[in-house]
């Protein structure tokens, strides 16, 4: 069995070992959870993804449970209760970007039923025409942010080498 090359030396008590197994590439159909995986890639930027993993109990409960209609409902008192909570990235750009996407999401179910649902009516799309239509909705949505949130929830190839047991996991998926 031949592991990505990301995780194939590390230890097994490492967060990215169990996110690779078990959630990376694999589709997701909640629009909660769509989001909630957006929210901890826009908390990526700049930073490792182990630290995020390692919070991400935290985003979730700081983030109503990842509700877009709870987010997009924010006010300024939820922003500040953001920015001052030390179990995430108190980082005002990505708070206040987080709070405007759900908002656009919330604008996107209305229209497409849902954000899974527009995701779909948009696939395929070459990663450039995926930026493109993302940077024209949402905010802090950069090259690597929308690569990495549409290969984590399998949009994009390229999450899993074909060599590893997840990738031929993925397939059977598709």
Same mark, same amino acid.
Not at 95 to 120: C, H, M, P, R
């Given at each position: +069995? ?7 030396? +590390?230890? %097994? ?34 930073? %490792? =993804?182990?630290?995020? #993993? &390692? *919070? ?12 877009? &209609? ?6 300024? @008192?939820?922003?500040?209760?953001? #920015?001052? $909570?030390?179990?995430? !990235? ?8 987080? !709070?405007? &996407? ?17 995701? $779909? ?5 070459? *990663?450039?025409? =995926? @930026? ?6 949402? *905010?802090? @949505?950069?090259?690597?942010?929308? &690569?990495?949130? #549409? ?11 074909? %060599? ?7 397939? @059977?998926? *598709?």
């Amino acid at each position: +069995m031949t592991y990505c090359q990301s995780v194939r030396r +590390m230890d %097994s008590n490492n967060p990215n070992v169990h996110y690779h197994d078990h959630e990376y590439g694999f589709p997701l159909h909640d629009d909660d959870e769509l989001f909630g995986r957006l929210i901890l890639e826009i908390n990526q930027a700049g930073l %490792s =993804w182990t630290t995020i #993993l &390692n *919070k991400k109990d935290n985003f979730r409960l700081a983030y109503s449970n990842f509700s877009i &209609n709870q987010i997009a409902n924010y006010n300024e @008192v939820d922003r500040n209760r953001l #920015l001052n $909570d030390a179990g995430i !990235i108190r980082n005002r750009l990505k708070v206040n970007a987080t !709070i405007y &996407n759900a908002q656009q999401i919330f604008l996107i179910q209305t229209e497409y039923g849902s954000f899974k649902n527009w995701l $779909d009516q948009h696939h395929p799309l070459s *990663k450039p025409e =995926w @930026v493109k239509l993302f940077k024209r909705h949402f *905010k802090f @949505v950069g090259g690597e942010i929308v &690569n990495e949130f #549409l290969m984590s929830t399998g949009y994009l190839p390229g999450a899993h080498e074909p %060599s590893c047991p997840v990738y031929a996991k993925l397939q @059977v998926l *598709k």
